[in-house]
């Protein structure tokens, strides 16, 4: 499975921006895809993830109610609607995907996407 990330960006706080992963190749082995972000220094932390068959959605006590996964099983896609920013969500974020279900465990993820910047000012 390969993972491509896009729609990071500069923004103020209190704005939005929405995040795509578009997944290929073998892609019916997907169980779940989950967004993790980073810090410099710190190690990746869950955000949020989807079940790839139900759709059951789970997400960090940091962004729940501002932040909103959802996925295109048509088009392989998943997003992440990322609304009322704050300074403190500023990281590089990474789209992954496993088999089974979700994990908030990064160690349990086998494919990764590269990363997209995403930057709130304050």
């Known amino acids: 499975v390969q993972l491509q990330a896009s729609g990071g960006g500069l923004v103020q706080a209190g704005g939005s921006l929405r995040l795509s992963c578009a997944a290929s190749?073998?892609?019916?082995?997907?169980?779940?895809m989950t967004w993790f972000r980073q810090t410099p220094g710190k190690e990746r932390e869950f955000v949020a993830a989807?079940?790839?068959?139900?759709?059951?959605?789970f997400y960090a006590d940091s962004v729940k109610g501002r932040f909103t996964i959802s996925r295109d099983n048509a088009g392989n896609m998943v997003y992440l609607q990322m609304n009322s920013l704050k300074p403190e969500d500023t990281a590089v974020y990474y789209c992954a995907a496993k088999q089974r279900g979700p994990s908030y465990y990064s160690g349990n993820y086998e494919y990764w996407g590269q990363g997209t910047q995403v930057t709130v000012s304050s």
């Open positions: 190749g073998r892609t019916f082995n997907t169980g779940a």
């Open positions: 989807i079940s790839w068959g139900a759709g059951t959605t």
